[in-house]
């Protein structure tokens, strides 16, 4: 059974910090590409941060300079490290995991963690 578990998520000031961390199992962890989402209210799901199995990062402009996605592969683990956080970061974060085998696309999803930057 796969899961993928968020946790980190809270209620910080603005400027805070907050760090996320996302634990894989029932996975080969080390050949999926693992990402972070999130979703704000009445908005689409977008693209946060992703990092291959290469360790290859991409995040949205947004975010950019202030949030750090890595992994540990032996941990199973994928962290995004969140700096000077504003209020529009506010949303539920989800950790995904990705590999594409032969022609089949093998995706899977968490169950998302709140993070609300309010003073």
């Known amino acids: 059974q796969v899961q993928l578990v968020e946790s980190g998520g809270g209620l910080v000031q603005p400027g805070g910090s907050l760090t996320l961390s996302c634990a894989a199992s029932?996975?080969?962890?080390?050949?999926?590409?693992m990402a972070w989402y999130r979703q704000a209210p009445g908005k689409e799901r977008e693209l946060v941060a992703r990092i291959t199995t290469g360790g290859t990062t991409n995040y949205a402009d947004s975010v950019k300079g202030r949030f750090t996605i890595s992994r540990d592969n032996p941990k199973n683990t994928v962290l995004l490290q969140m700096n000077s956080l504003k209020p529009e970061d506010t949303a539920i974060y989800y950790c995904?995991?990705?590999?594409?085998?032969?022609?089949?696309?093998?995706?899977?999803w968490g169950q998302g963690t709140q993070v609300t930057v309010s003073s």
């Open positions: 995904n995991a990705n590999v594409l085998v032969l022609t089949r696309d093998y995706e899977y």
């Open positions: 029932g996975i080969l962890f080390r050949i999926y590409t």
